[in-house]
């Protein structure tokens, strides 16, 4: 399976973002996924997870209420949507697969496909 992420992009804080996934070579509709951020000199942390039939779903304390994960089995994908973003929120984004599973786990060890990063650039 390859994972590719995009729409990261440039906004202003208070702005929104939609980032997708796709996934090829493969499926991914009986894995759990996530997507995780990291920024400059940190730690790549989780930012949402979502079980491998979207029934539920985590989402971290810092962007709970702006940030919903989803996904869309029938197009093999995965979606993040950003709203109210802050410049704290910049990072490089990334979308993961946990093959073993069909339930998320909030640890990035966990997850054994990766995507490629989309940058995301919050100015204030």
């Known amino acids: 399976v390859q994972l590719q992420a995009s729409g990261g992009g440039l906004v202003q804080a208070g702005g929104s973002l939609r980032l997708s996934c796709a996934a090829s070579?493969?499926?991914?509709?009986?894995?759990?996924m996530a997507w995780f951020r990291q920024a400059p000199g940190k730690d790549r942390d989780i930012v949402a997870a979502i079980t491998w039939n979207g029934n539920a779903a985590y989402h971290a304390n810092s962007v709970k209420g702006r940030f919903t994960i989803s996904r869309d089995n029938a197009k093999n994908a995965l979606y993040l949507t950003m709203n109210s973003l802050r410049p704290e929120d910049t990072a490089v984004y990334y979308c993961?697969?946990?093959?073993?599973?069909?339930?998320?786990?909030?640890?990035?060890?966990?997850?054994?496909?990766w995507g490629q990063g989309t940058l995301v650039t919050v100015s204030s």
């Open positions: 993961a697969a946990r093959s073993g599973s069909r339930y998320y786990n909030t640890a990035a060890n966990q997850y054994d496909y």
């Open positions: 070579k493969g499926t991914v509709n009986s894995y759990a």
